[in-house]
């Protein structure tokens, strides 16, 4: 893990070394904010896979020195040789989900802080079109909506009652404030509709609170990681309430923060099957084939995050797809491995 870690931060510091020159970034935020928890950050994230070519490499030791061979001659079970492992594998699962959920969330907003500050200056908008529900009964629409300035364009927010339009507001165009924290309308109307009468106010200019910040027209996606497991579950069912069309994202991250720890237990009975066989490569052919596997697994789960995105796939079912996959094989293996 130490190797490519550091392999990462030479990649890394390679990519962002002209922003963080062109930002000036303070040496200790670099060091202390960013690249600490960006170790933390992806070290849990590979750490199933790094534990696997860790059982490959430590078992293929054992069966290419015979000590495999030697146990089962002894009376050891194939099954009873798994118990380290397993024991093993629960420690290491466990760290990894509570990481997932809890710790790794807080240092992911100190390096996402960072990297708005000095890295990434600029954030995913939603520009054309917009219609979002903000609460129950009340909708808006922006033709256009310009994050970079918090100013948008043929504004309209409605207020509904069940199915009976209660009152319709437009402005031509409006900008947030950010010293009061406000929205300034300009040349609007009102439209206040009772039963089949409605009252109708026009202005200029019109400063005034509404639900809704620029922030929600500004957010990547990716800020999902830094919310903790209660703090997502909330942000979801806003999401819900507000009719976002990234749900499937938000679910994607919080499904594969449960399937990511539970993949150690499959990799690691894939890895002590296939390596406790002594084969002619000894450990580089048993290291090959398990980095040929890996390499399939990360595909497996971009496969199945693009068709849950793109494709309507349940996103419960796409983030432990690669899971039931490789369980089907480890048990295969498993089965043929040597007893």
Do not use: C
């Amino acid at each position: 893990m130490a190797l490519i870690m550091l392999i990462a931060i030479i990649f890394d510091v390679s990519e962002q070394i002209d922003d963080l020159i062109r930002t000036r970034a303070p040496l200790s935020s670099i060091l202390f904010n960013y690249y600490k928890n960006f170790v933390l950050f992806y070290g849990n994230l590979f750490s199933p896979l790094l534990t696997f070519i860790a059982v490959i490499f430590f078992t293929s030791q054992l069966a290419n020195r015979t000590e495999i061979v030697a146990m089962l001659s002894g009376g050891v079970s194939f099954s009873r040789l798994m118990w380290p492992y397993f024991i093993s594998a629960t420690i290491l699962a466990a760290g990894s989900f509570y990481l997932n959920n809890y710790l790794v969330p807080k240092a992911n907003r100190e390096r996402m802080e960072f990297e708005s500050e000095y890295i990434h200056t600029y954030k995913r908008t939603l520009n054309q079109g917009i219609h979002k529900q903000i609460k129950p009964g009340e909708m808006i629409y922006f033709e256009k909506f310009n994050s970079k300035n918090n100013v948008g364009y043929r504004f309209t927010l409605e207020e509904w009652d069940g199915v009976d339009l209660k009152k319709k507001l437009f402005a031509n165009y409006v900008k947030w404030d950010t010293a009061a924290s406000q929205w300034t309308l300009e040349n609007y109307y009102i439209r206040t509709y009772y039963g089949n009468h409605e009252n109708v106010v026009e202005g200029k200019a019109l400063d005034t609170v509404l639900a809704f910040t620029p922030d929600e027209f500004a957010s990547r996606i990716e800020d999902t990681q830094r919310m903790d497991v209660n703090e997502l579950n909330e942000f979801i069912e806003e999401q819900r309430l507000k009719g976002s069309p990234n749900i499937p994202y938000y679910l994607i991250e919080k499904h594969t923060r449960n399937a990511l720890p539970f993949s150690t237990y499959i990799l690691t009975l894939i890895g002590v099957a296939m390596s406790s066989r002594k084969v002619r490569g000894g450990i580089g052919a048993h290291i090959a084939a398990g980095l040929a596997l890996a390499v399939t697994y990360i595909l497996a789960m971009k496969v199945s995050t693009v068709y849950a995105t793109n494709a309507g796939l349940n996103p419960l079912i796409a983030a432990w797809v690669p899971n039931i996959l490789y369980g089907i094989l480890a048990v295969y293996i498993y089965i043929k491995a040597p007893k």
